[in-house]
């Protein structure tokens, strides 16, 4: 089955710097890919998904790429904020599997 | 986005008791609801993908005795957890599929915080 590797598992950044969070895949029939925020005690929120006939996706300050061939993916978040402090899951599904499986998450500190 | 309510936030409960949770998506019907358990500072764990009408299917390891899931609308499903007992303390929360057939979005519950004394 599918399993999806997510590092680093902390990142601290200053304010006002990008931050990167990188994913891996196995299953290269994997063809969607969503990216969570969970703030603490709060429920995970879709903050941007890409699917994988598309190698880049752009919403304001997130934005998400996709390299098929090396089954890798990132989110890049540029002028961070305090808010933006949380932990960020991806997620890799497949459209036959219906599920999501998540990576081990990446606790983002935004440092004013 | 699509809500989804979940309830109760928080229960704590006996040893040896039952406790239901109810997953519901207010504003679409869900044909297909999943439950996880997160453990603190830990990722999701998929438990079960519930289909409305079916049985539902469970990961590996995950006790189908134990979580008993029932989807019986397509805006409802719950998960009962059958004489819990300390170790089933944890954070469960549920979500619902959205989206079109590639797009697997899934929109979470609040998620139930329970203790078992």
């Known amino acids: 089955g599918e399993n999806v590797e997510q590092h680093p598992s902390t990142l601290s950044v200053q304010e006002g710097d990008s931050a990167v969070i990188k994913c891996t895949y196995s299953?290269?029939?994997?063809?969607?890919f969503p990216w969570y925020k969970q703030e603490l005690g709060k429920r995970p929120q879709l903050i941007i998904d890409i699917r994988s006939n598309v190698g880049e996706k752009k919403d304001q300050r997130i934005a998400v790429t996709l390299n098929k061939t090396a089954k890798h993916f990132s989110l890049h978040i540029t002028e961070t904020q305090p808010e933006d402090s949380a932990v960020y899951f991806c997620a890799a599904s497949n459209s036959g599997a219906q599920k999501l499986v998540f990576g081990q998450g990446t606790r983002l500190t935004i440092n004013p | 986005g699509a809500v989804v309510s979940q309830h109760p936030s928080w229960v704590i409960c006996k040893s040896g008791t039952s406790v239901k949770i109810e997953c519901r998506s207010l504003?679409?019907?869900?044909?297909?609801m999943f439950w996880y358990r997160q453990f603190p500072k830990q990722s999701l764990m998929l438990m079960a993908t519930?289909?409305?009408?079916?049985?539902?299917?469970?990961e590996q390891g995950v006790e189908k005795d134990k979580f008993l899931i029932n989807h019986a609308s397509l805006t409802l499903s719950t998960l009962t957890v059958t004489s819990a007992h300390p170790e089933d303390s944890s954070f469960y929360i549920c979500?619902?599929?959205?989206?079109?057939?590639?797009?697997?979005?899934?929109?979470f519950g609040a998620g139930t915080r329970l203790s078992v004394l």
């Open positions: 979500s619902a599929k959205a989206g079109d057939e590639i797009k697997n979005i899934q929109y």
């Open positions: 299953d290269s029939a994997s063809n969607y």
């Open positions: 504003d679409f019907q869900a044909t297909t």
């Open positions: 519930s289909n409305e009408g079916s049985k539902a299917t469970y």
